[in-house]
């Protein structure tokens, strides 16, 4: 990865050290959406990817019911696991009853889970049935969803997925005012002191990163831009100069 780009926030390879910042307001990573790879050459093209050092793979999981779209379930989780134990796999749950699933997802080898708020009654037993699979916790909101709704539990949290188009379909162009949700969320966890990383998704591109970076966001999930136009590599490295450099 080029390096230069310098100031406060940093390019963060690993996962693990992502989600162990002291300080959450520096890191920055990319987390390909494998929505937009390659199918027929996954494991290809996931290898290429962690040659970028780029070792987060966002996997969009969808049921046709949740969203007006059917993704993937559990077994492309364990297709993936079987390609690299150092690949960090996110699953974002976009699906009704996700806690019926949850054990099906850790054992397949997700390292955390994303769940929608939505999609859920009690918000805060839906968490500790997440961290019981052993996983990390993230929730998810739509475009349209108040802050408020999660705004109780952010101390319960490791991540935050603000989805800046409506989920359920890859491509969409980023809807501007969902930038005001990462900076309103930045702003409480700055003030509370609290550590949960920012995760966006949805229209992420060389000309939205540094905008989402600058609003306070870590980990920009991005699919299009990463595995369509160019390579793996360049498409990463690209991405995340746009976005430190915006956002500085």
């Given at each position: 990865?080029?390096?230069?780009?310098?100031?406060?926030?940093?390019?963060?390879?690993?996962?693990?050290?992502?989600?162990?910042?002291?300080?959450?307001?520096?890191v920055v990573?990319?987390?390909?959406?494998?929505?937009?790879?390659?199918?027929?050459?996954?494991?290809?093209?996931?290898?290429?990817?962690?040659?970028?050092?780029?070792?987060?793979?966002?996997?969009?999981?969808?049921?046709?019911?949740?969203?007006?779209?059917?993704?993937?379930?559990?077994?492309?989780?364990?297709?993936?696991?079987?390609?690299?134990?150092?690949?960090?796999?996110?699953?974002?749950?976009?699906?009704?009853?996700?806690?019926?699933?949850?054990?099906?997802?850790?054992?397949a080898g997700?390292?955390?889970?994303?769940?929608?708020?939505?999609?859920?009654?009690?918000?805060?037993?839906?968490?500790?049935?997440?961290?019981?699979?052993?996983?990390?916790?993230?929730?998810?909101?739509?475009?349209?969803?108040?802050?408020?709704?999660?705004?109780?539990?952010?101390?319960?949290?490791?991540?935050v997925l603000?989805?800046?188009?409506?989920?359920?379909?890859?491509?969409?162009?980023?809807?501007?005012?969902?930038?005001?949700?990462?900076?309103?969320?930045?702003?409480?966890?700055?003030?509370?002191?609290?550590?949960?990383?920012?995760?966006?998704?949805?229209?992420?591109?060389?000309?939205?990163?540094?905008?989402?970076?600058?609003?306070?966001?870590?980990?920009?999930?991005?699919?299009?831009?990463?595995?369509?136009?160019?390579?793996?590599?360049?498409?990463?490295?690209?991405?995340?100069?746009?976005?430190?450099?915006?956002?500085?």
């Open positions: 990865m080029s390096a230069r780009v310098t100031d406060s926030r940093r390019f963060v390879a690993s996962p693990a050290k992502a989600f162990g910042s002291n300080f959450a307001d520096r990573a990319v987390a390909p959406s494998i929505l937009s790879a390659d199918f027929a050459n996954l494991g290809r093209e996931l290898r290429r990817m962690m040659r970028a050092r780029c070792y987060w793979a966002h996997a969009d999981v969808m049921d046709g019911h949740f969203v007006p779209n059917i993704t993937f379930g559990p077994p492309m989780v364990r297709c993936m696991r079987g390609v690299s134990s150092r690949l960090f796999i996110d699953a974002h749950l976009m699906i009704e009853e996700p806690l019926k699933f949850l054990d099906a997802f850790a054992e997700a390292d955390s889970i994303t769940i929608h708020a939505e999609a859920v009654d009690n918000l805060s037993r839906a968490f500790a049935a997440v961290r019981r699979a052993q996983v990390h916790v993230g929730v998810s909101v739509r475009p349209r969803t108040p802050l408020r709704l999660i705004e109780d539990v952010l101390d319960q949290l490791d991540l603000v989805m800046t188009v409506e989920p359920g379909f890859g491509g969409q162009e980023m809807l501007p005012n969902t930038v005001n949700k990462v900076r309103q969320l930045a702003a409480r966890r700055e003030r509370d002191k609290l550590k949960f990383l920012i995760q966006v998704d949805g229209g992420i591109n060389v000309k939205t990163a540094g905008l989402v970076v600058a609003a306070g966001a870590n980990v920009l999930v991005a699919g299009t831009s990463v595995f369509q136009g160019g390579t793996i590599a360049e498409n990463i490295d690209k991405l995340m100069q746009a976005a430190l450099k915006m956002g500085a």
